[in-house]
């Protein structure tokens, strides 16, 4: 957990800095609109969009907003159809690199994708060549400030699978069908939930054990992430804290 825990800090302040760049409220809306589409309307009834929905609102998405791309994903309201395509590659170094997207053209996101790979050192693979080394879990960013018994304890009774320190916050895992629940139960505990997502955990780990070899597949990961179609960037690196210091220098 501990390579994964470094990583989705990293993801996590690049998110915070995502608002401020406005690109995030669009992404948001889209991953609402196919999560309406896929499952139904109904957060009650789709815990998907349920997860969907919290995390636009964690990250101040208006609620009207919200519920027009809700009705534009079950067809009450006019909108462009978006699908889901995963990508899969690797970087360099043997970095399994996973990228889940949300197009309205896949004949210009494949080649997209395919050209950034290539392009920062990378390379493109088959469908479920990469996908295996990730398992599907939910993931909630607790504020730290509890002890570490007492979110141990709230985490794993509301059905939480790890507990993780994460740099200023607790990182809860879980199936991803609970995302919601477990948070819903956190809460009624008093525990304070700074976001909720879904997210694809590595299950092994590549060591960069160079400054370089870091840089190199951050650029490759920042540029994949750059696409307005990319909704979210998975690798199984794991960055020693001597290099995360350089990198924060």
Not at 9 to 30: C, E, N, P, Q, S
Not at 125 to 137: I, T, Y
Not at 160 to 185: H, K, N, Y
Not at 216 to 237: H, T, W
Request: hydrophobic fraction near 40%; include cysteine.
């Amino acid at each position: 957990m501990s390579g994964h825990s470094k990583w989705a800090t990293i993801k996590h302040k690049k998110g915070a800095a995502d608002v401020k760049r406005g690109k995030l409220f669009a992404k948001l809306i889209r991953q609402v609109e196919v999560a309406a589409k896929n499952g139904g309307g109904d957060p009650d009834m789709n815990p998907n969009l349920r997860t969907m929905f919290q995390k636009a609102r964690d990250a101040s998405v208006p609620i009207d907003t919200i519920e027009r791309a809700i009705k534009r994903g079950t067809g009450e309201l006019e909108g462009v159809i978006y699908e889901e395509v995963n990508y899969e590659g690797y970087a360099g170094h043997g970095v399994a690199v996973f990228v889940e997207t949300l197009t309205d053209n896949r004949n210009r996101t494949g080649p997209e994708m395919r050209s950034t790979f290539s392009k920062l050192g990378g390379s493109i693979a088959e469908p479920g060549a990469v996908a295996w080394q990730f398992e599907r879990k939910g993931i909630l960013h607790v504020v730290g400030t509890m002890d570490e018994d007492e979110i141990m304890m709230a985490a794993l009774d509301a059905g939480a699978d790890d507990v993780a320190r994460d740099g200023e916050f607790w990182a809860v895992t879980c199936e991803a069908t609970l995302t919601s629940i477990l948070r819903t139960a956190l809460e009624k505990e008093g525990v304070t939930v700074d976001s909720s997502d879904l997210t694809m955990i590595p299950t092994s780990m590549v060591e960069l054990d160079d400054i370089a070899a870091v840089r190199s597949v951050l650029k490759l990961i920042d540029a994949l992430e750059e696409n307005d179609d990319v909704q979210d960037v998975y690798a199984n690196f794991d960055i020693p804290d001597a290099l995360l210091e350089q990198l924060a220098q």
